[in-house]
């Protein structure tokens, strides 16, 4: 039995998640809440991920895998229907850009998240987290204006990756309203969302 270092609210775990579901290995994982913070491991697991972040996998063997990325070509690996998520061709270059893109979205939103978290009001680096928001918003935009297609295409790594990052914008940036510019993005999220994976991955 594997072990996952978890956490119900991190969309990097989410990914981790999805894969474990769309594959039917849920039963293959025990989850360990091990949620923590930049200034402070909390109940991480520094031994079994040194930068302390989850998810990371402990497998049968004793050896350790993280990040998301990492976790979630090991979860494709381990069953056939997994080879889809990344997938043969010219499309395996976009699979893993749109990953990296979806990615980059948590990396600014998190944070940003972090900002308001962990620094005072009176301190807080407006313009810097007004950058890490701008990231996010011209990701939205190429989504929307260049990557329909293969949104709509096969599900792929990219396709969960975007699909954590807009659940995560809807979940602590639900205010600044990414569908009104977005009415594309919006319905392809809507239909996505539907899946049982995301169902059963809701963050709360
Ligand atoms: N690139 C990593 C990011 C993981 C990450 O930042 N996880 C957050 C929770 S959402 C965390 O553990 N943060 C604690 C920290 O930064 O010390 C991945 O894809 O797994």
Redesign the pocket.
Same mark, same amino acid.
């Given at each position: 039995m594997m072990t996952l270092h978890h956490?119900p609210t %991190?969309?990097?775990v989410r990914k981790a998640m999805i894969l474990l579901h769309e594959m039917g290995l849920t039963d293959s994982v025990t989850l360990l809440n091990a949620g923590?913070?930049?200034t402070d491991p909390g109940k991480?697991s520094v031994a079994a991920n040194p930068l302390?972040?989850?998810?990371a996998l402990e497998r049968d063997d004793g050896c350790t895998l993280?990040? %998301?990325?990492v976790i979630c070509r090991y979860i494709a690996a381990l069953s056939p229907k997994g080879a889809g998520f990344y997938p043969d061709g010219p499309s395996h270059w976009e699979a893993l850009t749109l990953e990296a893109t979806g990615?980059g979205m948590l990396d600014a939103a998190?944070l940003i998240r972090y900002e308001v978290t962990l620094r005072e009001a009176g301190i807080q680096h407006e313009g810097w987290m007004d950058g890490q928001w701008q990231k996010i918003v011209r990701a939205l935009s190429a989504l929307e204006s260049r990557w329909m297609a293969h949104l709509e295409g096969p599900m792929t790594i990219g396709t969960v990756s975007i699909a954590c990052a807009l659940g995560y914008l809807d979940f602590r940036f639900a205010d600044r309203e990414w569908r009104a510019q977005h009415p594309q993005l919006a319905g392809w999220y809507a239909r996505f969302a539907e899946r049982p994976s995301m169902q059963a991955t809701i963050p709360a």
């Open positions: 956490s %991190s969309p990097y923590g913070m930049p991480m302390s972040k989850v998810p993280y990040d %998301s990325r990615d998190l």
